[in-house]
C-alpha cells in the first residue's frame, strides 16, 4: 500500500502544468520569431478591442518592441530549462523522493519575497492568490519533511 501523501500528488500535478505551459511557451518562441509574435499579439489586442494606450497594451507593445532573434533564443532555451526544473520536480514528487520534497520547499520559498513585494505595490487579486498558494505549499511541504522525519526516527529507534 502506498503511503505517500495525497498532497504530493497534487503539487506534482502543479508543476507538470507549470512546466508543460513553459515548454510550450519556449516551444512557441523558438518556433514564431519575433515578428509573428508581434504580428499576433496585435491581432489579438485589436480581437480583444484593448485600449492601445491601456496599461496592458501599452506594456505588451513595449515588451514586444525590444524583441529580436538573440532575445527570443535566450528566453526560448530559459523556459525550456525552466520547464525541465518543473517536470523533474513533477516526477520527484509524484514518486514521493525526499530530495524533491526539499526542493519543492526551497523553490517555492524564493518565490515568496517577489511575491509579498507584488502584493503590497500592486493589491490585486492575483498576486494575492499566487502568495497564498505558494503559502500554503511551503507549508505543507514543511510538514511532509518534518513527518518523514519523525518516521526515520521512529523507525531507527
Known sequence: MNSQPKG?????????????????????????????IQAICENLMRHLRLNPAGEIPSVIHEALANVDDKN?????????????????????????????????????AIYVPFEVYEVFTTGKMLPILALVTNLIIIGYMAFVIARRKRDEKRGMA
Open 8 to 36: 504530493l500528488r497534487a503539487i506534482a500535478i502543479l508543476e507538470a502544468s507549470k512546466g508543460l505551459l513553459a515548454l510550450a511557451v519556449g516551444l512557441a518562441l523558438h518556433e514564431l520569431g519575433g515578428p509573428k
Open 72 to 108: 527570443l533564443i535566450i528566453l526560448a532555451v530559459g523556459t525550456v530549462i525552466y520547464a525541465a526544473v518543473r517536470l523533474v520536480e513533477a516526477f520527484g514528487l509524484w514518486r514521493a523522493y525526499a530530495w524533491t520534497e526539499w526542493f519543492a520547499l526551497a523553490s517555492g
